[in-house]
């Protein structure tokens, strides 16, 4: 939602709010001014009624002096009366009065007629004569003029009974006007009460609507921006290119990159989350700042970065564009006082034409991202000719999930010999997948996405239960291997993974001692501490621990003095040189030596020749692994070549050529 849609809805809102609480206030002030004119009539009617009574008692009563007046009275009385209410009357405080019997007859009044009293049958004078004084407004006279007339029953004061009643008209208009004012008084101080209320509502709703609209803003905002750079998120990134795509349909032409950088990973464990953050942070400012301002540049997650290019020109303007954006990013960064440069694979998908809808555009960017990061090194623009790349990582994902259920993984296992005797000590599970459609896989085709998810920790724990049962079946068969296990990085960083491992060695009564774990050095390096403590806890299990390709790594001095290993593997990119490079040579000597004087046993990799393995054998190699004398393969086939029944010193030349029959459905590393 734009600013400005977001600012009409919040004015809605408050205009809303405004009229409401104008209405309510409206309404209460109605009735408080309805209210105000109540009590003034009231007091009015209240006026009058003292009024009559001051009359009745200070007057009428008196001059009576206690006569029943159903015999009329006497005129004495009468000129008593006259003189005591002649004052009220002419000053104008009363404007008529009558005086009855109760029998209803007029026996005084103050002109003398005997009309226009209040006649016996109404109910007013009736309650008057019971003792009730009755007090309402009427109009009088041929002007209706208003007027406040009073019932009062008339009491002699001798016996205190009512013997009459006096009917007393008193003008309303000075007490209206009385009224009136105090009413108004009333009303203009309830009115400014109002108007101050309604302000401070208004107020209220006013801040409020702004809090709120503030609120929503920002929570939007942070709904779709990565907080730790502050780009577009994936959502918004895939909003935007809805808006792109809308465009497209139009006519307009751009394209979409996705971004993901190369050994992001690596820099985060070895030299901590912080810095990595800080990578992702220059990284995102580098792209913004080689790109044009209605370019869209998101963070999609991870070390994965998004661009739009709308309104692109051609398809070589934009990636001459990319290729710039591309060597921009790969300046020198200074990472905690270490240099480095980044890499990063670059997929691009053109629009209209590489897809219609998001999701499409996603998955062909994607796709050629993968292209990208498995080999072809720059900017990779999909082909819609190329079919989806099956090892694009979000469909491998899925499938491997699926292969693990549907158990579609083996073990090849590769015989460890022994180079004094040339004896088989032991063998190492290497995992392969059996794809229904695209038949076995080598681990370097699905690792990489495993570890990339979390998927690696059920395959990593589904290996060592399928090695642990292979090694019980052969022990069961008379062979005395023990059997080594790759125990990937993510498995070190792994709090759990070591409980894991004694729970399912205590599950299958195999012994520690008859398992090895191969790390890489490289897995070594992350995260240091956390994988030196699950690598110090396996080994305290009693589970023999070797450091796998070792030369290629960061393994440091410090950590083969401190960490309990039992066995280096020399990678096989020394032996391949072997014996011939005199470097190689010199590198795998000292290796030797230096193994042997920390105590460790050392293993060579990757033995093709004979040469090879005789040289090893010379310089003090303990075990050695290699195509010379087996490819990985399934358990029972090494068994075939190395089990009992097999000669005692096999002649490795056969053998290999027998694996090599074998191995007919092991495709070619
Ligand atoms: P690695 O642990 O160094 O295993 C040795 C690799 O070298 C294996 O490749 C093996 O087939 C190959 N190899 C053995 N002898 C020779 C030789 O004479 N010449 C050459 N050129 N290659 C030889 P593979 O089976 O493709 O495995 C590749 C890597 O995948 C392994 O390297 C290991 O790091 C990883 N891996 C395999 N299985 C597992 C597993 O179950 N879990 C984990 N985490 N990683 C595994
Ligand atoms: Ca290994
Ligand atoms: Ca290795």
């Not at 469909?395 to 259920?405: I, T």
């Not at 190395?642 to 002649?651: E, I, L, M, N, V």
Request: glycine share 10%; with cysteine.
């Amino acid at each position: 939602m734009t600013r400005l849609r977001r600012r009409r809805k919040g004015s809605r809102l408050f205009a809303l709010y405004a009229v409401a609480s104008l209405v309510l206030v409206t309404i209460l002030g109605a009735v408080l001014v309805r209210g105000a004119q109540n009590v003034g009539r009231s007091r009015g009617l209240d006026q009058g009624r003292a009024q009559a009574a001051i009359i009745e008692q200070m007057a009428i009563a008196p001059a009576l002096s206690g006569a029943d007046l159903s015999a009329g009275i006497t005129s004495a009385q009468r000129d008593r009366l006259q003189k005591a209410t002649d004052l009220a009357i002419f000053s104008g405080s009363v404007s008529q009065l009558h005086l009855l019997s109760l029998n209803g007859v007029v026996v005084f009044s103050d002109d003398g007629s005997v009309l226009g009293a209040v006649p016996v049958a109404d109910p007013a004078f009736r309650s008057a004569a019971a003792g009730q004084v009755d007090v309402r407004i009427v109009e009088i006279g041929p002007q209706s003029s208003v007027a406040i007339r009073v019932l009062e029953p008339v009491i002699a004061t001798s016996i205190g009974e009512v013997v009459g009643v006096l009917e007393v008209y008193l003008p309303y208009g000075a007490i209206a006007e009385k009224v009136q004012v105090e009413t108004s008084r009333t009303i203009t101080r309830l009115a400014l009460g109002l108007v101050g209320l309604y302000a401070v509502l208004a107020l209220i709703s006013w801040g409020t609507t702004r809090s709120l609209r503030r609120f929503a803003a920002d929570h939007l905002h942070q709904a779709l921006h990565d907080p730790l750079t502050g780009m577009p998120n994936r959502e918004l990134f895939r909003q935007s290119l809805d808006d792109a795509l809308g465009g497209g349909r139009r006519g307009e032409r751009g394209a979409v990159v996705l971004i993901d950088l190369d050994h992001f990973k690596e820099v985060n464990d070895t030299l901590g989350h912080h810095a990595g953050d800080e990578l992702l942070r220059i990284v995102g400012r580098r792209l913004m700042e080689s790109l044009r301002t209605d370019d869209v540049v998101a963070r999609l997650g991870g070390d994965e970065f998004g661009l739009i290019l709308p309104r692109g020109g051609s398809h070589e303007e934009t990636i001459d564009l990319l290729t710039r954006v591309q060597h921009e990013l790969g300046q020198e960064i200074m990472l905690d006082h270490v240099a480095l440069s980044v890499e990063a694979s670059f997929g691009v998908c053109f629009y209209p034409e590489g897809a219609e809808t998001v999701e499409g555009l996603l998955q062909h960017a994607d796709a050629a991202m993968y292209r990208g990061k498995h080999g072809t090194s720059g900017v990779v623009v999909y082909d819609p000719g190329t079919p989806l790349n099956p090892t694009h990582a979000l469909v491998m994902q899925g499938e491997l999930r699926g292969a693990l259920e549907r158990e579609e993984f083996v073990l090849y296992y590769q015989p460890k010999i022994e180079l004094a005797t040339g004896r088989v000590s032991g063998v190492e599970a290497l995992v392969r997948w059996q794809h229904p459609q695209r038949g076995l896989l080598p681990p370097s085709d699905f690792l990489p996405v495993a570890e990339r998810s979390e998927l690696i920790e059920p395959l990593t724990e589904w290996v060592l239960r399928r090695a642990l049962a292979d090694y019980r079946t052969w022990t069961a068969a008379g062979l005395d291997w023990t059997v080594a296990v790759n125990i990937s990085a993510r498995s070190l960083g792994s709090l759990t993974f070591a409980d894991r491992v004694h729970q399912i060695l205590q599950e299958t009564g195999v012994r520690p001692s008859r398992v090895h774990f191969e790390v890489t050095e490289t897995a070594l390096a992350f995260d240091t501490k956390l994988a030196g403590d699950v690598f110090g806890t396996l080994a305290k299990q009693g589970i023999p621990m070797s450091i796998d390709d070792f030369g290629i790594g960061y393994t440091s001095l410090s950590q083969l003095r401190t960490l309990k290993v039992s066995e280096v593997k020399i990678d096989q990119t020394f032996i391949a040189g072997l014996p011939d490079n005199e470097k190689d040579r010199a590198i795998v000597r000292s290796v030797i030596d230096l193994g042997h004087n920390l105590g460790f046993l050392v293993t060579a990799e990757g033995v093709e020749f004979q040469d090879t393995a005789d040289w090893l054998l010379d310089a003090g190699c303990d075990h050695a692994q290699g195509y010379l004398w087996l490819r990985p393969l399934p358990w029972t086939d090494v068994a075939r070549v190395f089990g009992p029944k097999a000669p005692t010193t096999p002649q490795f030349a056969t053998l290999t050529a027998s694996a090599e029959a074998w191995a007919g459905s092991e495709r070619e590393a």
